[in-house]
T-cell receptor
Framework: AQSVAQPEDQVNVAEGNPLTVKCTYS??????LFWYVQYPNRGLQFLLK??????LVKGSYGFEAEFNKSQTSFHLKKPSALVSDSALYFCAVSLSGGYQKVTFGTGTKLQVIP | DTAVSQTPKYLVTQMGNDKSIKCEQNLGHDTMYWYKQDSKKFLKIMFSYNNKELIINETVPNRFSPKSPDKAHLNLHINSLELGDSAVYFC?????????????FGPGTRLLVL
């Protein structure tokens, strides 16, 4: 079984400040980890993913995430938040091997305050 | 050009009716998915097809029947609609199995059952 937890329903951050959106996962095996963003009334858009290799993954729009195996975490970060970053962020996990489904977290609403 | 498109965008119908949602992707992907997003924004996979073959079938009522006429299309037919079916349904596609590949989402179909 696999699961992913996003402990914060909402994160508020001032424009220009660094932001972090938290994600922890639980899998029995090697995980593949993803971040997607959803703007209002839109489908999800891919931001970044960790498959293997460097634990620090850089993605779209200046976002990055660090895979931490010992803490089973994959937190999303950005050094300087923009108002346009305000959206719903989803962490997701899947397992290697065969056809495996992707399990999404419950989402974290990011509000960047001007 | 829209990569993953869905029709209709909005669907309002009465309980007990039968309805279909269509999905098309022009990305040349061989895997397509249906997700359901409920009112709390929780996203859950329903089905996945690879090369027109069903590979993931989550515990979805058999009132829901997907059909993939070819690799570029995945339709969802829902019989005897219930109030609890009200949600946003997202189609997505990827190249290859879901586990490590980026998924591309459609804009969603907002279904309201009255």
């Amino acid at each position: 079984a696999q699961s992913v937890a996003q402990p914060e329903d909402q994160v508020n951050v001032a424009e220009g400040n660094p932001l972090t959106v938290k994600c922890t996962y639980s899998v029995s095996g090697n995980p593949y980890l993803f971040w997607y963003v959803q703007y209002p009334n839109r489908g999800l858009q891919f931001l970044l993913k960790y498959i293997t290799g460097d634990n620090l993954v850089k993605g779209s729009y200046g976002f990055e995430a660090e895979f931490n195996k010992s803490q089973t975490s994959f937190h999303l970060k950005k050094p300087s938040a923009l108002v346009s970053d305000s959206a719903l962020y989803f962490c997701a996990v899947s397992l290697s091997g065969g056809y495996q489904k992707v399990t999404f977290g419950t989402g974290t609403k990011l509000q960047v305050i001007p | 050009d829209t990569a993953v498109s869905q029709t209709p965008k909005y669907l309002v119908t009465q309980m007990g009716n039968d309805k279909s949602i269509k999905c098309e992707q022009n990305l040349g992907h061989d895997t397509m998915y249906w997700y359901k997003q409920d009112s709390k924004k929780f996203l859950k996979i329903m089905f996945s097809y690879n090369n027109k073959e069903l590979i993931i079938n989550e515990t979805v009522p058999n009132r829901f029947s997907p059909k993939s006429p070819d690799k570029a299309h995945l339709n969802l037919h829902i019989n005897s609609l219930e109030l609890g079916d009200s949600a946003v349904y997202f189609c997505a596609s990827s190249q290859g199995g879901a586990q490590r590949e980026t998924q591309y989402f459609g804009p969603g179909t907002r279904l309201l059952v009255l």
